[in-house]
């Protein structure tokens, strides 16, 4: 089976150096992406396209799937390649390939030709359109309106009957951008900004600053590792946590009330430069939006940056809020921010929305900065590979690959990827609880029976059993068939 990778259209404008160096970087990533997924496929680089052949038909769907979230593909087309001679050749194909889908129906003919050859696209589709209407049972050929379009291209002397058009993700290669350090904390905001530099071609590492919860952590260490494994896996990136408790003790301790939103976020940027500068990257990225909240403000935003000599990149600047939640669903991280657990410690009463820079940096005398360059210090950073492999309390998880027939299955994948490829098992019960409600659905599980969790590569489920198993499930375990 083969796949058809149309680019997206502001790569074919580049210069040619740099489509040709866009190309390139594009069919790497298809064929890392592919091999991650376990997925054997070859992969071949054209001018205007890339092919995408694998031999195993099962794997259609799959491939399809994970082809629309790698970042310079516009378009997936799937396709079938066949011999032709004549213009009859081509009709007998796709009247082979098309008479059930057209039956009954108002259809039409497009062509599109690739190569010399002595006859127009146009041609083909007069001929083609003809014979099917004739013998096919359709309802008529509507050309403005059609309720079914045969798609067709021909390269060559080879013809492609088109059985699906996916959309692809846009954007640009990633890794033929330089690289950023994302702020995230797991809401919506910050998602959305780190998916949107992913998909502008840029190698996007994660920064979280703990602010007091272990639970959060776990929270946003969940939500960077899908969206690097659904929109970055082509690439390593780093996954840094900051312990910043005592930076906010510190504020609470000795910064007005109101000028604390400011402050707490110009300690972020002091600390997250450091962080980049250490990783050999030159731009920040954060969620915020103009008028957002009240840290927000253009005078607020232009005091915050002043602490920092470094970019600071921010894709949802103008975006309402709707808006964000809505792209938030489209790439499934809706469900991660909505139940994220959230910790806030530096709440101001009324904070300021014009701060001061005489004002901000008064304050700043009484903060006792041997505290932030502490918590820089013992800044964590993981591949984000290994981000949720506990290091701490770890409690040991069976690794079951038959279960038996009284063991209950918990499907703890994201909607979206359980869908793509259904679990299904005969002699077992199988539940869908998506890892990020696990925690709260707890109780809807039973004690006195194995229970397996399942998800694709069985990092997810060795979290979630650990834990499980330090809230008195001591059957907890993890399916790896």
């Known amino acids: 089976m083969k796949f058809v990778i149309k680019l997206f259209p502001e790569i074919t404008i580049k210069s040619k150096p740099v489509r040709k160096r866009f190309i390139v970087q594009l069919r790497r990533n298809i064929k890392d992406t592919l091999k991650y997924f376990d997925i054997d496929a070859y992969v071949q680089g054209q001018w205007d396209s890339i092919e995408v052949v694998i031999q195993d038909d099962s794997q259609e769907m799959a491939v399809r799937h994970h082809l629309t979230r ?171 946590t900051v312990p910043f408790e005592d930076v906010v003790s510190e504020i609470l301790q000795n910064i007005d009330n109101s000028q604390m939103g400011v402050i707490l976020k110009r300690m972020m940027l002091r600390a997250a430069t450091k962080v980049a500068e250490q990783l050999d990257i030159e731009a920040l990225v954060t969620g915020e939006s103009i008028a957002q909240v009240s840290s927000q403000t253009l005078r607020n935003l232009t005091v915050i940056d002043s602490v920092t000599d470094m970019l600071v990149l921010r894709p949802l600047i103008t975006m309402d809020k709707p808006d964000i939640i809505d792209l938030s669903r489209k790439i499934g991280v809706y469900d991660f921010a909505a139940s994220m657990p959230e910790y806030c ?38 591949r984000i ?66 229970i397996l969790l399942y998800c694709a590569k069985g990092t997810m489920s060795q979290l979630h059993a650990e834990q499980l198993k330090q809230n008195g499930f001591e059957h907890a375990k993890v399916f790896k068939p």
Request: net charge negative.
């Open 385 to 450: 590979q290994n981000v949720l492999a506990s290091t701490e309390g770890v409690t040991e998880v069976e690794l079951v690959q038959v279960p038996s027939a009284s063991d209950l299955i918990v499907d703890i994948r994201h909607p979206q990827e359980e869908e793509s490829a259904p679990l299904h098992l005969t002699n077992n019960e199988i539940v869908k609880i998506p890892f990020y409600q696990l925690t709260s659905r707890m109780n809807e599980l039973p004690t006195d029976k194995n």
């Open 345 to 382: 410690g530096v709440i101001s009463v009324k904070p300021t929305t014009r701060a001061k820079p005489e004002k901000i940096e008064a304050e700043e005398t009484r903060f006792d900065f041997t505290v932030l360059e502490k918590a820089i210090e013992s800044a964590s950073i993981q």
């Open 70 to 240: 790698i970042p310079g593909i516009a378009r997936i087309l799937t396709v079938k390649e066949h011999n032709f001679v004549t213009f009859d050749d081509i009709y007998n194909i796709a009247k082979d390939v098309y008479a059930d889908s057209i039956k009954g129906k108002t259809f039409c003919v497009r062509v599109k030709r690739t190569g010399q050859h002595d006859f127009k696209s146009t041609d083909v589709e007069q001929y083609v359109g003809g014979g099917l209407m004739q013998n096919c049972e359709a309802k008529s050929v509507d050309l403005k309106n059609p309720e079914y379009t045969v798609r067709m291209e021909i390269r060559k002397q080879r013809l492609h009957t088109i059985s699906a058009i996916d959309e692809g993700m846009g954007g640009f290669p990633l890794g033929c951008q330089d690289s950023v350090l994302s702020l995230v904390s797991g809401g919506f905001d910050s998602n959305v900004a780190s998916y949107l530099m992913s998909r502008r071609g840029m190698q996007t590492h994660f920064l979280f600053f703990n602010l007091g919860g272990s639970a959060h952590e776990i929270g946003v260490k969940q939500v960077a590792h899908y969206l690097w494994e659904n929109f970055a896996v082509s690439h390593g990136v780093k996954f840094v």
